[in-house]
């Protein structure tokens, strides 16, 4: 039997769910901020829970939603487990820790995406397991990772531009080639840049000529985390030493805290995009300023996640999306660029206020909604029952997606 234990964290300002069998923590929720009722936010499978990790995690999402202007509350969840467990084991975790928190679910209180090592369909069995009725995943919906890639993508067309030069001609590496990682990876090969390293959790590979990407995505389809024992052109390395490479954009896309104050004087990129939440330390990304290395804030790099579902839910296409986060999200990370150089600070320090205003606008915006946001959430309701089709969503929500980001 599982019990649930509810407290305030640390800093007494997030609201910490742990669920306990016996003496273990099997699963942990954050919440960090609430919209409307609700919190939205990842959900990982991790050999072990990190509470502080998850807290910061957790005001990522915020902070993320506040970037984009969405009316959604950041939260972060994780179930103690292994990833590469067969998935009966993997799901019968989700499904006792969906159980534990059922009443937080079926309310939507917390409203849960998949994070690392857990697929939409587990989470799906999770909601399901939680009393919540679920709606099949679209057809058209792309890959997992596929969103965050696109914003990444954007930041980095944006921080070439800034630096003088264009994506096409920059060498690239990628920590981490997993749901996002690849998801970039294929981005960059069409943008024309050269992947020459990629890591997994069992190693880095790299070729200065550039590697295979289309022939990467086929391995990591069929292998998973062994396309690095597979892949035979290229140089195998420590995942460590790929963070150093002489590269021009380095895209952490791994786990938290990759990059540190020990290793930051070391790197010799002359940007950072990242896909993954947190990989670069405060302390790290000071030394990077200090050193005229381009780093981005994660949480505008790979704001997609939320911003690309939450138009997928109101039946926006993958293409439209897609067009929309290069427009969109690229000129506001173009404004940030400009507001950062023009104040001579660290491009964070514009973000962080910036994304934290936006969020409490639109906090207040969300307790007295617009007629449209009204008619919005009420034909995405009726959509999801099946009750009117999706191009009439469509129609009302590409006004306020325009909106957001105007």
Request: glycine share 10%.
């Amino acid at each position: 039997n599982s019990t649930v234990e509810i407290a305030w964290s640390e800093n007494k300002q997030q609201l910490v769910c742990k669920v306990r069998q016996g003496s273990e923590v099997m699963g942990c929720l954050v919440i960090d901020s609430i919209v409307g009722g609700r919190s939205c936010g990842g959900l990982r499978m991790v050999p072990e829970i990190d509470e502080a990790e998850m807290c910061r995690l957790a005001r990522n999402m915020t902070l993320k939603f506040g970037f984009v202007g969405l009316p959604r509350g950041g939260a972060k969840a994780a179930v103690r487990g292994n990833p590469e467990a067969p998935q009966q084991e993997r799901w019968q975790r989700l499904g006792e820790f969906g159980q534990a928190i059922a009443p937080l679910l079926f309310h939507r209180v917390f409203s849960p995406g998949a994070d690392m090592g857990i697929e939409p369909a587990g989470i799906r069995y999770m909601l399901k397991t939680g009393g919540v009725r679920v709606r099949p995943r679209q057809s058209h919906s792309p890959p997992p990772g596929y969103y965050a890639a696109l914003t990444v993508l954007a930041g980095a067309k944006q921080a070439t531009r800034r630096l003088g030069l264009a994506l096409s001609e920059c060498s690239v590496a990628v920590e981490g080639w997993g749901k996002v990682g690849s998801a970039l990876g294929g981005l960059l090969a069409e943008a024309n840049a050269r992947v020459v390293a990629i890591s997994t959790s069992r190693g880095a590979i790299f070729n200065p000529q550039g590697l295979d990407v289309g022939h990467l995505l086929r391995l990591r389809r069929e292998q998973g985390s062994r396309v690095v024992d597979l892949y035979a052109d290229a140089e195998r390395l420590d995942p460590s030493a790929l963070l150093e490479l002489p590269v021009d954009l380095l895209c952490p896309c791994a786990c938290h805290d990759t990059l540190h104050a020990g290793n930051a004087s070391r790197v010799k990129a002359s940007m950072i995009c990242a896909g993954a939440n947190n990989p670069v330390t405060p302390e790290a990304e000071r030394i990077l300023f200090e050193r005229g290395v381009l780093c981005l804030p994660d949480f505008v790099t790979n704001c997609g996640v939320v911003l690309g579902s939450a138009m997928e839910v109101a039946s926006v296409s993958k293409e439209r999306i897609s067009s929309f986060i290069e427009r969109r999200v690229g000129a506001r990370i173009a404004w940030l660029l400009d507001e950062a150089a023009r104040e001579h600070v660290l491009p964070r320090e514009v973000a962080v206020p910036f994304a934290r205003r936006r969020f409490e606008q639109m906090r207040r915006n969300a307790a007295n909604p617009t007629l449209l946001s009204r008619l919005l959430h009420v034909g995405v309701e009726l959509n999801r029952r099946g009750l009117i089709p999706r191009p009439l969503v469509t129609a009302m929500s590409w006004p306020y997606f325009e909106r957001l980001l105007a």
